[in-house]
């Protein structure tokens, strides 16, 4: 079986590039602002076999649940709103950025 491989390359101009750059800045932030939260969720909740520690403390209430892709996907909306920056990149690439 015969495969056709195709490439494409693309010359943007300094302003294209700006803001793409913009874009994956955008991505980068909204990725590390979803694992932040993720991990500060799970760290919230570690605690040793027999006692919990005096130095670790709920950080986030206990009945507060898992931010899992489906419920930071749909916090994205909010942040737009808020974060105006976030207007300018399409809503599929910052889903895909979680």
């Not at 750059?21 to 991990?39: F, I, S, T």
């Not at 909740?45 to 520690?53: D, G, H, T």
């Not at 670790?56 to 749909?74: F, G, S």
């Amino acid at each position: 079986m015969l495969n056709l491989t195709y490439s494409y390359r693309i010359y943007p101009g300094l302003e294209q590039e700006a803001q793409m750059l913009d874009w994956l800045e955008q991505c980068r932030r909204v990725y590390n602002y979803a694992l932040a939260e993720r991990k500060d969720w799970s760290n919230s909740r570690k605690c040793p076999v027999n006692a919990c520690s005096i130095k670790q403390e709920y950080i986030i209430p206990a009945e507060t649940p898992y931010p899992d892709y489906y419920k930071q996907q749909n916090a994205l909306t909010k942040a737009k709103e808020e974060i105006p920056e976030l207007k300018a990149v399409h809503s599929q690439v910052l889903q895909d950025a979680l």
